[in-house]
Every structure is written in structure tokens, then in C-alpha cells.
């Protein structure tokens, strides 16, 4: 039962806001490796207090990865996921301190995602002194470049994912405090379009405009965006042409894509690299494809029902929702893991300057994931 572990959690209520403070006040920029170095090393000497075994995991150009493990009886090993960068650059902190107003908690990645990884150090502290074990083994994987797309963190992620029974992601939760149980996937492609350039007065007809082609490529792109069913397609960027009095030889257009199924994303994918030449002697050349699949229900639903058992023993009311961004919970899952997201603290604003967590969901939510972790 978790009557124990929440009281305890309370109880050290002032040594929870002074590690987020810690960490907060350690600013570690996705770019910046020595920086999130200094905070990988700060945050692996928390781990092995609460009684992990840590390993670092050295890299060249981003941060170190952190891989911290806790020893248990069962079999096979539960993986929690987190990330130590943030994508604020140094000197956020002076315009953005660390502070409380209420119940509220602000600073530079302090939802995204430091209170979550409070959640973890403090979930294991809590087992720890109350003589309570994790079901399975624990593997922590804190990584350094979750925002800028997991690059050097994904083959650790996957191969841990791989060899676990159950995923959890210390991601914030929702505004409202659900759980997050799907997430978008996420895709990227460039569309070049090359035409012929002319003088725009003398020549124009021995032209093609490769921006007229990249409007109606564009309105075609849009055919397939249909929020209804999950799938968005945004043509973020576009770049072309040289003066006004050439008809224009090159565009490039960046277009994401983010979709709720798996089945979506290879539909869009090869509706995309379908797309054809409206204008006669244009071109068109596409590159980039999806990069992210989906977390989908299906990967989270087997663990809502001990995520119920943890709320209710607490007293609380289990939360189920997702959300159109990414996190390293989609890798789990399209690795085949079960996988729960959004088990950190309970705020909003990610991202911004106005980010923030509440107070009282750091020590319930790392009651619940201590909990989490003895059901799974």
C-alpha cells in the first residue's frame, strides 16, 4: 500500500524544492555540452545518494547520458526515462530565477523537465528508507539531448527498451494532471521544387516558376491535413527565388507532420513522396520522411490499470489524456515496451518563460511513481 510513502515524501518537503532548486539553477542548454555536463555530474552524484549505481555514458558532441541502476529481486527490469537538457540558453536563469509564488514553481526547465527527474530521485529515496523494494530491477536512463531529437540518446533508449517489461516517463503531466498515454508522432520533410528561370519582361514564357509550382504543391500538401483524424501538416518554411524581375528557378519548403498512428504516418509519407509536377517543366524532389512514430493507446493501456491502484491508494483520481508533442516515451513504445508518459510534476507553460510546476504534485507524483514502480 502507498499510505507510507506519501507521508514520508512530505516529510521532506524542503529537501525536494532544495535538489529542484539545484538543478534549476544548474542550466544545461541541449547545445551547450559542458554545461549539461557540469549538471549530468551534479545529478549522478544525486542518483548514487539514493542508491543507484550510475554509469556514465561519455559522448562527443552532446552531453553525457546518465545510466543509473537500482537492484531488485523480480525478473527483468522496469526502465525510466528522462532528460537532463532543457532549451533555454545560458542566462535564462537571471532573466527567469528560480522562485516560488504560491503553490507555484518557476524556472528554466523546471517542468520540462527537472521535476520530473526529482520525481525519480526522490520515488527510489523514499522505497529505500522505508524498506521497500521496486517489483523488477530499475534502469534509468537520464539523457542529454531529448530536445533536439534524441540523436545519440536513441540506441540506448531502444536497446534498454528492448530488455524491459515496462516504461516510465517522468515527462510533466498534463495542465490538469492526466498521465500522458499517447503521443503524436513526428516527421520532417524538405520539398525542392526547381523550375527554369527566364527575364520576368522579355522571356517570361521560357520560364517556369518554381514558385507558382510550389503553390500548388503547397495546397496540395494541405489536402492532407486533417486534424479530425490526428494527422496535422504544417509548411513551416519556404525559401526561393532571387529578384523580381526573374521568374524564379528554386523553392525549398519545410514541412512537418505529425499523426496519432502509426498507419497515418506511412499514408501521409507516401502521399507526400507521391506529390507530381503540376507545371510542365518543373521538378520535384523530396527528402526527409518520419522520424518519431507514435505513442498510441496501445502501448500504454497494460499499465493503466496498476497507474489506477497507485491514485486511488492515495486518494487520488487517475487522469488519462495525451499530447501532440514527443518525448523518448514514443521510442520505448515503437521498441515494443509498454510504456506510461507523463509522470512528472503537474505545472504548464513548458517552454517558456512562464513555465511552471505546482508544488504539492512533486511529492504526490513521486509518491506514485514510487508506487508505480513496486506494481510494474
Given at each position: 500500500?502507498?499510505?507510507?510513502?506519501?507521508?514520508?515524501?512530505?516529510?521532506?518537503?524542503?529537501?525536494?524544492?532544495?535538489?529542484?532548486?539545484?538543478?534549476?539553477?544548474?542550466?544545461?542548454?541541449?547545445?551547450?555540452?559542458?554545461?549539461?555536463?557540469?549538471?549530468?555530474?551534479?545529478?549522478?552524484?544525486?542518483?548514487?545518494?539514493?542508491?543507484?549505481?550510475?554509469?556514465?555514458?561519455?559522448?562527443?558532441?552532446?552531453?553525457?547520458?546518465?545510466?543509473?541502476?537500482?537492484?531488485?529481486?523480480?525478473?527483468?527490469?522496469?526502465?525510466?526515462?528522462?532528460?537532463?537538457?532543457?532549451?533555454?540558453?545560458?542566462?535564462?536563469?537571471?532573466?527567469?530565477?528560480?522562485?516560488?509564488?504560491?503553490?507555484?514553481?518557476?524556472?528554466?526547465?523546471?517542468?520540462?523537465?527537472?521535476?520530473?527527474?526529482?520525481?525519480?530521485?526522490?520515488?527510489?529515496?523514499?522505497?529505500?528508507?522505508?524498506?521497500?523494494?521496486?517489483?523488477?530491477?530499475?534502469?534509468?536512463?537520464?539523457?542529454?539531448?531529448?530536445?533536439?531529437?534524441?540523436?545519440?540518446?536513441?540506441?540506448?533508449?531502444?536497446?534498454?527498451?528492448?530488455?524491459?517489461?515496462?516504461?516510465?516517463?517522468?515527462?510533466?503531466?498534463?495542465?490538469?494532471?492526466?498521465?500522458?498515454?499517447?503521443?503524436?508522432?513526428?516527421g520532417q520533410f524538405t520539398l525542392t521544387i526547381t523550375g527554369r528561370p527566364a527575364h520576368s519582361?522579355?522571356?517570361?514564357?521560357?520560364?517556369?516558376?518554381?514558385?507558382?509550382?510550389?503553390?500548388?504543391?503547397?495546397?496540395?500538401?494541405?489536402?492532407?491535413?486533417?486534424?479530425?483524424?490526428?494527422?496535422?501538416?504544417?509548411?513551416?518554411?519556404?525559401?526561393?527565388?532571387?529578384?523580381?524581375?526573374?521568374?524564379?528557378?528554386?523553392?525549398?519548403?519545410?514541412?512537418?507532420?505529425?499523426?496519432?498512428?502509426?498507419?497515418?504516418?506511412?499514408?501521409?509519407?507516401?502521399?507526400?513522396?507521391?506529390?507530381?509536377?503540376?507545371?510542365?517543366?518543373?521538378?520535384?524532389?523530396?527528402t526527409g520522411g518520419i522520424d518519431t512514430p507514435p505513442l498510441e493507446r496501445r502501448h500504454s493501456?497494460?499499465?493503466?490499470?496498476?497507474?489506477?491502484?497507485?491514485?486511488?491508494?492515495?486518494?487520488?483520481?487517475?487522469?488519462?489524456?495525451?499530447?501532440?508533442?514527443?518525448?523518448?516515451?514514443?521510442?520505448?513504445?515503437?521498441?515494443?515496451?509498454?510504456?506510461?508518459?507523463?509522470?512528472?510534476?503537474?505545472?504548464?507553460?513548458?517552454?517558456?518563460?512562464?513555465?511552471?510546476?505546482?508544488?504539492?504534485?512533486?511529492?504526490?507524483?513521486?509518491?506514485i511513481l514510487a508506487r508505480l514502480l513496486e506494481l510494474v
Amino acid at each position: 500500500m502507498a499510505h507510507q510513502i506519501l507521508p514520508y515524501l512530505q516529510q521532506h518537503r524542503a529537501d525536494m524544492l532544495a535538489d529542484l532548486e539545484a538543478l534549476v539553477r544548474l542550466e544545461s542548454p541541449s547545445g551547450e555540452k559542458p554545461a549539461v555536463d557540469v549538471a549530468a555530474r551534479y545529478l549522478a552524484g544525486l542518483l548514487t545518494g539514493s542508491g543507484g549505481r550510475v554509469t556514465v555514458l561519455p559522448q562527443a558532441t552532446r552531453g553525457n547520458h546518465l545510466r543509473a541502476e537500482w537492484e531488485s529481486a523480480g525478473d527483468g527490469q522496469t526502465l525510466v526515462l528522462g532528460h537532463l537538457d532543457t532549451v533555454f540558453d545560458r542566462g535564462e536563469l537571471s532573466r527567469n530565477p528560480f522562485r516560488r509564488e504560491g503553490d507555484r514553481l518557476y524556472g528554466p526547465g523546471v517542468s520540462d523537465m527537472k521535476g520530473g527527474l526529482v520525481c525519480l530521485l526522490w520515488a527510489l529515496r523514499a522505497l529505500r528508507a522505508l524498506g521497500r523494494h521496486p517489483r523488477r530491477p530499475v534502469l534509468a536512463l537520464i539523457t542529454s539531448d531529448e530536445e533536439v531529437g534524441s540523436g545519440t540518446a536513441r540506441p540506448f533508449i531502444e536497446a534498454e527498451a528492448r530488455r524491459s517489461s515496462a516504461t516510465l516517463v517522468v515527462e510533466p503531466a498534463s495542465a490538469d494532471g492526466s498521465v500522458k498515454a499517447w503521443r503524436k508522432g513526428w516527421g520532417q520533410f524538405t520539398l525542392t521544387i526547381t523550375g527554369r528561370p527566364a527575364h520576368s519582361g522579355s522571356d517570361h514564357a521560357a520560364g517556369v516558376s518554381a514558385i507558382v509550382e510550389a503553390a500548388h504543391q503547397i495546397l496540395r500538401i494541405q489536402e492532407l491535413h486533417d486534424p479530425a483524424q490526428g494527422v496535422t501538416l504544417n509548411v513551416g518554411t519556404i525559401h526561393g527565388g532571387s529578384r523580381p524581375n526573374i521568374v524564379p528557378e528554386q523553392v525549398t519548403a519545410e514541412v512537418e507532420v505529425r499523426m496519432e498512428t502509426e498507419a497515418d504516418g506511412v499514408r501521409v509519407e507516401q502521399a507526400l513522396r507521391s506529390l507530381s509536377p503540376v507545371l510542365p517543366g518543373a521538378h520535384l524532389h523530396m527528402t526527409g520522411g518520419i522520424d518519431t512514430p507514435p505513442l498510441e493507446r496501445r502501448h500504454s493501456d497494460p499499465m493503466l490499470p496498476a497507474a489506477r491502484i497507485a491514485y486511488e491508494e492515495l486518494g487520488l483520481h487517475l487522469k488519462v489524456g495525451g499530447t501532440g508533442g514527443v518525448s523518448d516515451g514514443n521510442l520505448a513504445a515503437a521498441a515494443g515496451c509498454p510504456t506510461l508518459d507523463g509522470l512528472g510534476p503537474i505545472g504548464a507553460g513548458a517552454h517558456t518563460s512562464h513555465e511552471y510546476i505546482l508544488a504539492p504534485s512533486l511529492w504526490e507524483r513521486a509518491a506514485i511513481l514510487a508506487r508505480l514502480l513496486e506494481l510494474v
